[in-house]
């Protein structure tokens, strides 16, 4: 379970591993994940930016206002490499990996949650555990999802406005 710190711990980076790209199948993962979220009623946004600077590839908001995080892996060397998903316990109420059918799932922390996805869709293998917001991380996180929702729309709408 989460500790009441809300820290996690990576495993440590494996530096000397090169770190494949395999955008392809991070897409893939995301479409079906966000699609499965969709289907479950929260409103997704793909690559927020968080006020660390980091980016969470998939930030959700449940209908009741809670916020899950997911942190997609495309292969185990992206895993090995890869441990900022650690600090986004701060800006969430829950944590999960998303990841397709063909990743070894084990290797992941039991204490988070698990999506396996593909492009078309996805299934919760894991629910994550919940460890609430303050209210003023909370109020902040909303907004930033509402503004951010917003500004990508009118961007939709109209491509040449200016910023």
């Avoid at 909370?138 to 930033?144: I, P, S, T």
Wanted: charged fraction near 25%.
């Amino acid at each position: 379970m989460a500790s009441p710190s809300r820290k996690f711990e990576p495993p440590e980076a494996d530096t000397a591993v090169p770190r494949p790209s395999r955008p392809e199948v991070t897409a893939a993962v995301t479409r079906g994940a966000m699609r499965c979220l969709r289907a479950l009623g929260y409103s997704v946004l793909a690559e927020v930016i968080l006020t660390s600077g980091r980016r969470a590839d998939i930030l959700a908001l449940a209908p009741g206002g809670r916020l899950l995080i997911v942190e997609v892996k495309s292969s185990i060397e992206d895993w090995r490499a890869d441990n900022k998903w650690a600090e986004y316990a701060e800006y969430c109420d829950a944590l999960s990996f998303a990841v397709a059918a063909d990743f070894p799932a084990d290797i992941l922390p039991e204490e988070l949650g698990l999506i396996v996805a593909d492009a078309y869709g996805g299934a919760v293998i894991r629910e994550p555990p919940e460890t609430p917001l303050s209210p003023a991380r909370r109020r902040a996180m909303l907004l930033r999802f509402g503004a951010l929702a917003a500004d990508r729309l009118h961007a939709q709408i109209d491509p040449t406005a200016p910023d």
